[in-house]
């Protein structure tokens, strides 16, 4: 069991893991569509039950109950398409940052307390993602089992075929025959796949390169700390701060990489949630009949899961600028370095203290859009309420 486990917390499992779901392959120097037709298969899946949930809000607009449980549907759709098109689009991209993150752990010269802090905060990060991974596998399995228990347990009940769904949608078919309605579990099955490893590949990947950056701003403390003990000329302590200004800026340019490469995901992550997160509410304040809520609290954590990764990812990497750049100006010794050295310093010095925003085009990542989402779902929830009281 013990080995299982360190098996599952080894580097970059669970998004392998979940991209080879679905015929994706995050590996150097290979073919980013592992199984091409896989990948299609689940994309033409999930677009056609997207285009049932929009008939069926159009078919049932004037009940915003209803209709705001099928947009819940709906838009979680739209995130895992776009998302994943995005993913595939960028995957090379990404690969390449990924063995960038890992560059400076991998060399011969890493020594033991470095790798101990790769291994540690990449522990952290697979630890979250195998989480997150239950998380979504929990939402996907009690959308399914739920719905066919119900039907079970009334056909033992009764002996009549009733089919029971927590989908909301217009099907061009009959479901109502039991063929017809396993036949439409099975492609239900590959929706839920879909948006299960797709959700938690992408985000889970976004998180690690956070526990990466994170790693690699310690690994410079450290450094830090080891040439000013092993380094007291002013020689010699002048060739090692050159090194670790120069490691920096090559962080710095990872950071920015970073940032651009995940960009539109965030973007799109930011735009859906607020409607996502006030279709959730909506299912607490405006219960109906057939509700699935051991799905809705899957789905609830899942989606507030999200919103950590993001906000609190990027709020990570600011907080590791930061604390380097304090760890630098406390460290250097100031009093032993000639009138030259100090002016050459303020211009890396300045380079450390700026500020690191991730952002995603039109917001900045950080507690302060977590408010702004919160505000902005609840301001929509408040209008679908009254707009419900009124009808």
Same mark, same amino acid.
């Not at 779901?21 to 689940?42: F, H, W």
């Not at 526990?211 to 450094?223: E, Q, S």
């Given at each position: 069991? %013990?080995?299982?486990?360190?098996?599952?917390?080894?580097?970059?499992?669970?998004? *392998?893991?979940? #991209?080879?779901?679905?015929?994706?392959?995050?590996?150097?120097?290979?073919?980013?569509?592992?199984?091409?037709?896989?990948?299609?298969?689940?994309? !033409?899946?999930?677009?056609?039950?997207?285009? &049932?949930?929009?008939?069926?809000?159009?078919?049932?607009?004037?009940?915003?109950?209803?209709?705001?449980?099928?947009?819940?549907?709906?838009?979680?759709?739209?995130?895992?398409?776009?998302?994943?098109?995005?993913?595939?689009?960028?995957?090379?991209?990404?690969?390449?940052?990924?063995?960038?993150?890992?560059?400076? #752990?991998?060399?011969?010269?890493? /020594?033991?307390?470095?790798?101990?802090?790769?291994?540690?905060? /990449?522990?952290?990060?697979?630890?979250?993602?195998?989480?997150?991974?239950? @998380?979504?596998?929990?939402?996907?399995?009690?959308?399914?089992?739920?719905?066919?228990?119900?039907?079970?347990?009334?056909?033992?009940?009764?002996?009549? #075929?009733?089919?029971?769904?927590?989908?909301?949608?217009?099907? +061009?078919?009959?479901?109502?025959?039991?063929?017809?309605?396993?036949?439409?579990?099975?492609?239900?099955?590959?929706?839920?796949?879909?948006? $299960?490893? %797709?959700?938690?590949?992408?985000?889970?990947?976004?998180?690690?390169?956070?526990?990466?950056?994170?790693?690699?701003?310690?690994?410079?403390?450290? =450094? @830090?700390?080891?040439?000013?003990?092993?380094?007291?000329?002013?020689? =010699?302590?002048?060739?090692?701060?050159?090194?670790?200004?120069?490691?920096?800026?090559? !962080?710095?340019?990872?950071?920015?990489?970073?940032?651009?490469?995940?960009?539109?995901?965030?973007?799109?992550?930011?735009?859906?949630?607020?409607?996502?997160?006030?279709?959730?509410?909506?299912?607490?304040?405006? +219960?109906?009949? /057939?509700?699935?809520?051991?799905?809705?609290?899957?789905?609830? @954590?899942?989606?507030?899961?999200?919103? $950590?990764?993001?906000?609190?990812?990027?709020?990570?990497?600011?907080?590791?600028?930061?604390?380097?750049?304090?760890?630098?100006?406390?460290?250097?010794?100031?009093?032993? @370095?000639? +009138?030259?050295?100090? *002016?050459?310093? !303020?211009?890396?010095?300045?380079?450390?203290? =700026?500020?690191?925003?991730?952002?995603?085009?039109?917001?900045?990542?950080?507690?302060?859009?977590?408010?702004?989402?919160?505000?902005?779902?609840?301001?929509? &929830?408040?209008?679908?309420?009254?707009?419900?009281?009124? /009808?």
């Amino acid at each position: 069991m %013990s080995k299982l486990l360190e098996a599952c917390l080894t580097d970059l499992w669970t998004q *392998r893991f979940t #991209f080879a779901r679905m015929g994706l392959e995050l590996q150097p120097d290979r073919q980013v569509l592992r199984s091409p037709l896989t990948y299609i298969v689940m994309v !033409l899946a999930t677009s056609f039950e997207l285009c &049932t949930v929009c008939a069926y809000i159009v078919l049932h607009r004037s009940d915003i109950v209803l209709c705001s449980e099928a947009l819940m549907h709906g838009v979680q759709m739209i995130s895992s398409l776009l998302k994943m098109t995005i993913f595939v689009c960028k995957c090379p991209e990404l690969v390449s940052l990924i063995v960038a993150l890992q560059a400076s #752990f991998r060399r011969s010269t890493a /020594n033991a307390a470095e790798l101990r802090i790769w291994q540690l905060q /990449n522990r952290r990060g697979q630890l979250c993602s195998a989480i997150y991974f239950l @998380l979504c596998a929990g939402t996907s399995v009690s959308f399914l089992l739920m719905p066919l228990a119900s039907t079970a347990l009334h056909y033992y009940r009764t002996g009549q #075929f009733v089919p029971v769904s927590s989908f909301r949608v217009a099907l +061009p078919y009959d479901v109502t025959q039991p063929a017809i309605y396993l036949l439409d579990c099975c492609l239900m099955v590959l929706v839920l796949t879909f948006f $299960c490893c %797709s959700t938690t590949g992408v985000d889970t990947l976004y998180g690690w390169f956070v526990f990466g950056l994170t790693a690699n701003y310690r690994r410079l403390v450290l =450094k @830090l700390q080891h040439d000013l003990l092993q380094a007291p000329a002013n020689r =010699k302590l002048e060739r090692c701060l050159a090194q670790l200004f120069r490691q920096h800026a090559q !962080l710095l340019e990872l950071v920015a990489r970073f940032d651009v490469a995940f960009r539109d995901i965030a973007c799109v992550e930011v735009l859906l949630i607020c409607v996502l997160y006030c279709s959730v509410i909506c299912q607490y304040i405006m +219960p109906h009949t /057939n509700q699935n809520f051991a799905f809705l609290g899957f789905f609830s @954590l899942v989606v507030s899961t999200q919103l $950590c990764i993001y906000g609190f990812g990027a709020e990570q990497v600011r907080h590791e600028g930061e604390q380097f750049a304090h760890r630098l100006y406390q460290l250097v010794p100031w009093h032993q @370095l000639t +009138p030259r050295q100090r *002016r050459l310093l !303020l211009l890396p010095l300045q380079r450390a203290q =700026k500020e690191t925003q991730l952002g995603a085009y039109f917001f900045v990542l950080g507690r302060p859009l977590l408010v702004w989402i919160f505000r902005t779902a609840g301001s929509f &929830t408040t209008l679908l309420n009254t707009l419900r009281a009124q /009808n």
